[in-house]
């Protein structure tokens, strides 16, 4: 078949995407026990050619102005589209073979996934530690599989785009260089530590117990942030009920969404990771949590509701590149860290749980220090992230510094073993961190310009929902100009980090 034109390809390809989205989404919650994406990019392989991409190419270089980024856009889908058919059934072979995997515990076996999501609710410190330890021993026999794709992808992507450096050529995609957003990150975690340095001490002490390490194991950290001993007051049963609430009070009513829908049931191979997949924005996203118990479970659900609310409040009328596609995620993590630090508001905990003043802003601070400790975990790790890219190409991929950067940064000790179970498509980190940045300043300007209550007030609402309109369009460095930021001024952000 011959290349098809822009408009043909779109069409096509929005098919193709709710189809693999779909069976992402059968695996991610459990509804299948083995991935079959490669049959699915096997279907619409006519899509991903060399002679596709080279008319989408020319498409983009002759559009004018105002149509470029769209087409672009098609054009970087398909550029990925080929790395992917090319190694979609081996990342078929490497997933179902994960899911098949189990780890030995208490004279049985749990699945890996079981197993990780076991960490939150697991009481006993010491059974924990070896229940990471035993799950991590379990991850690990993967490593040579993850490090060949990567080796791989990196060998197809570069030849593709005739882009050598992995770096660069994630810069030329995001459309950002990634140094400058490590440096003010770095700034600003510096800048916090003191305050970090006394947190971690205090919430290690409650949430881990006197038994605990001076250097607690990550196996912890799932614990740790579903801030665990908080549990009788956040319990399982009424976080859908409280974060509805929450979301009506600023204007949305979740339930009344029409493309949304919800997937909130506890499956053993479900993904203990909450996640939106957003199939066909805005008629079909769904929302994905697996409630545990704790606080955690509140941010999850109002997290991922961010993600599901950006989706499904885009213009329909939008093409496909700015309803499903996007150059990184930095924009929609914006909304999904605004919602889910409703829970660092005091005047929260006291509206929907009952609590004194004083307890409301104990338990806001433990939010904070949960997502204190994740911002810096997320610094460190696009840090070593660069340095592993910038290396690749030399020596394949070491963990050197994975271990040494991240314990440093969160006081919590991060083996080495896992830097590849640890590493995120297409530095995933520095979308995380620019939304960090970006979404400290959105909650200085709601704070300004409607009320320190900003998180229980409809105009908030009325703001984001304008927003929402133009789905993935805009970039987040064009939203802080908006609202007369510099994208990488961090002063809000430290701000809030160090705050008393």
């Known amino acids: 078949m011959s290349a098809r034109d822009v408009e043909s390809f779109e069409r096509c390809l929005e098919a193709y995407g709710i189809e693999s989205a779909e069976e ?36 983009e270089e002759a559009a004018a102005e105002d149509d470029r980024e769209s087409v672009a856009r098609l054009r970087l889908t398909c550029q990925d589209g080929l790395v992917t058919l090319e190694l979609a059934e081996r990342e078929d072979e490497l997933e179902n073979a994960l899911l098949a995997a189990r780890v030995p515990w208490d004279g049985d076996e749990l699945p ?41 992808r990196h060998e197809l992507d570069s030849e593709i785009t005739g882009i050598a450096d992995p770096v660069a050529r994630n810069e030329a995609e995001k459309g950002v260089t990634l140094r400058p957003i490590l440096d003010a990150v770095d700034r600003a975690r510096v800048e916090s530590t003191s305050r970090f340095t006394s947190e971690r001490e205090r919430w290690l002490d409650r949430l881990l117990g006197p038994e605990r390490e001076e250097t607690p194991s990550s196996a912890h950290m799932a614990w740790v942030r579903r801030l665990s001993p908080l549990e009788s007051t956040y319990t399982k049963e ?27 049931e506890d499956r053993p191979q479900k993904s203990p990771r909450a996640c939106v997949i957003a199939s066909d924005p805005p008629r079909v996203v769904h929302l994905i949590t697996r409630a545990q118990g704790g606080l955690h479970d509140y941010e999850a659900f109002l997290h991922e509701a961010g993600h599901a609310l950006h989706y499904a ?16 995620h930095a924009l929609t993590e914006i909304y999904s860290f605004l919602f889910d630090s409703i829970s660092c508001e005091p005047g929260w905990h006291v509206e929907h749980f009952g609590l004194s003043d004083a307890d409301a802003r104990e338990n806001a601070a433990a939010a904070r220090f949960s997502n204190t400790i994740l911002f810096r975990r997320y610094s460190a790790k696009l840090g070593f992230e660069l340095d592993f890219w910038s290396r690749f190409p030399v020596d394949g991929g070491t963990p050197d510094g994975y ?19 640890d590493t995120d498509a297409g530095f995933y980190s520095a979308d995380y961190l620019r939304a960090w940045i970006r979404a400290a300043q959105v909650r200085s300007h709601l704070r300004g310009e409607v009320g320190d209550d900003w998180w229980r007030r409809v105009e908030t609402g009325a703001f984001l929902r304008d927003l929402f309109r133009e789905g993935t369009r805009p970039t987040t460095e064009e939203l802080a100009g908006r609202i007369g930021y510099e994208p990488l001024d961090t002063a809000a952000l430290v701000d809030e980090l160090t705050a008393v």
Request: one cysteine or more.
């Open 24 to 59: 992402a989404r059968a695996v991610r919650v459990g509804e299948k026990e083995t991935s079959e994406q490669a049959a699915v990019v096997a279907r619409y392989a006519d899509l991903f050619t060399r002679e596709q991409l080279a008319v989408l190419r020319a498409a």
């Open 112 to 152: 890996l996934r079981s197993a990780h999501a076991r960490l939150a609710v697991e009481p006993d410190y010491a059974r924990r530690a070896a229940l990471g330890a035993a799950a991590l021993e379990v991850s690990t026999r993967f490593n040579d599989d993850r490090r060949s794709l990567l080796a791989d």
């Open 238 to 264: 009424r976080s859908i009920g409280v974060c509805l609430a929450t979301l009506e009070r600023i204007g949305f009513d979740l339930e009344a969404e029409q493309g949304i829908r919800t997937d909130l």
């Open 313 to 328: 409040g885009c213009d329909a009328s939008l093409p496909l590149a700015f309803r499903s596609l996007s150059r990184d």
């Open 403 to 421: 271990e040494e950067r991240l314990t440093a940064a969160t006081g919590i000790r991060y083996l080495a073993a896992n830097h590849l179970a």
